[in-house]
């Protein structure tokens, strides 16, 4: 779209001393005629830009003036900075093109997208794959957390209704969580002696209210983040298992299993592996797919665990792959 075009050549020119046509339309990927329209059109526009012809010329702003994105509306400064937040990840280059966009944004606006840059976090994933798509309900929680409004949802077995402040929207792999806390009584601030974790796909009927909502002072988002992530990892872990695995599901099993997986010993057709999971159990309901290709050598909690698991599965389905056969 030409809108989006103008923004960025906007941006370009307030990074650089000159830009000339050719540049901008290997930067916009388009015809150097239609990068010379764009130009002209700012120009048009009242943007205070001016044309140097000659050796190391082209289109400057007058003064190095700078310029904001005054066009945009608050909304549409949220959409924009959301957007950066999502695709860019954590990466150099995104973090300073989020501080450029930052800068370029109205005053009024700033200290929403500097929000929501400090409570998203994005990270690896868990070691579950595939991951699952990413939630609308993403984008509505960072909105709440731009706007510090409180949020309610629906959540748990019991389909109970929760009003919290949110604090963080992290990312590990492509599932999101959120981190929040309830109000503090008689404040707007949140209790983050109270910080509880969610899953955003588990969550129902996702509304931010008009209730403000916003965090205690000193809370620092990527500390409660690594915090949150350092305990469950510890969980994750705390259940272990050794298993021959044939050498052509190796890598397969260990990618299942992310960073709770490692190689202990190598062989020409089978190697040994060591597992880990928050339980016997869980262990069992993540290896039971590998039976073909996977035995688990110790520890016997492991093995009954599957064995149980074995005896569910006859109890529910063996009859009708009795009759099958017949």
């Known amino acids: 779209m030409r809108a989006d075009r103008l923004i960025q050549a906007l941006l370009l020119l307030q990074g ?4 000339t046509a050719a540049e901008l339309a290997a930067e916009l990927e388009v015809s150097v005629p239609t990068a010379r329209r764009d130009l002209e059109a700012l120009l048009a526009a009242g943007v205070p830009i001016y044309p140097q012809p000659g050796r190391g010329g082209g289109w400057r702003l007058i003064g190095g003036a700078r310029t904001d994105l005054t066009g945009l509306t608050g909304p549409e400064a949220t959409a924009l900075f959301l957007q950066l937040v999502r695709a860019g990840g954590g990466s150099d280059a995104a973090t300073r093109a989020r501080r450029k966009v930052v800068q370029a944004l109205p005053a009024s606006f700033r200290a929403a997208a500097e929000r929501i840059a400090a409570t998203t976090v994005v990270g690896p994933d868990w070691g579950a794959a595939p991951g699952e798509p ?9 909105q709440a957390i731009a706007d510090e409004r409180i949020v309610s949802f629906v959540y748990g077995a019991e389909r109970r209704t929760v009003e919290m402040v949110p604090l963080v929207v992290g990312r590990r792999g492509r599932r999101w969580y959120l981190m929040a806390a309830p109000l503090r009584p008689g404040t707007e601030t949140a ?6 974790t969610y899953r955003v796909d588990r969550m129902g009927d996702l509304r931010a ?5 916003r965090a205690p002072e000193g809370f620092v988002p990527g500390e409660a983040w690594d915090a949150m992530v350092t305990e469950m990892e510890a969980r994750r ?4 298992a050794t298993v021959s695995v044939a050498l052509h599901a190796v890598a397969p099993l260990c990618s299942r299993f992310g960073v709770h997986a490692r190689v202990i010993e190598e062989g020409d057709e089978r190697s040994i592996v060591e597992v880990r ?4 159990e869980a262990l069992a309901e993540q290896l039971a797919g590998w039976a073909s290709v996977a035995r688990v050598l110790a520890p016997a909690s492991v093995k009954r665990a599957l064995a149980d698991l074995g005896a569910q599965l006859l109890a529910a389905y063996g009859s009708e792959g009795t009759a099958r056969v017949r």
């Open 209 to 213: 209210l008009r209730t403000p909502g």
């Open 134 to 142: 990413e939630p609308a309900e993403a984008g509505l929680l960072q």
């Open 16 to 19: 650089r001393e000159s830009l």
């Open 237 to 240: 872990g705390a259940a272990s």
């Open 277 to 280: 999971a928050q339980s016997d």
């Open 191 to 196: 209790d983050a002696a109270r910080l509880r």
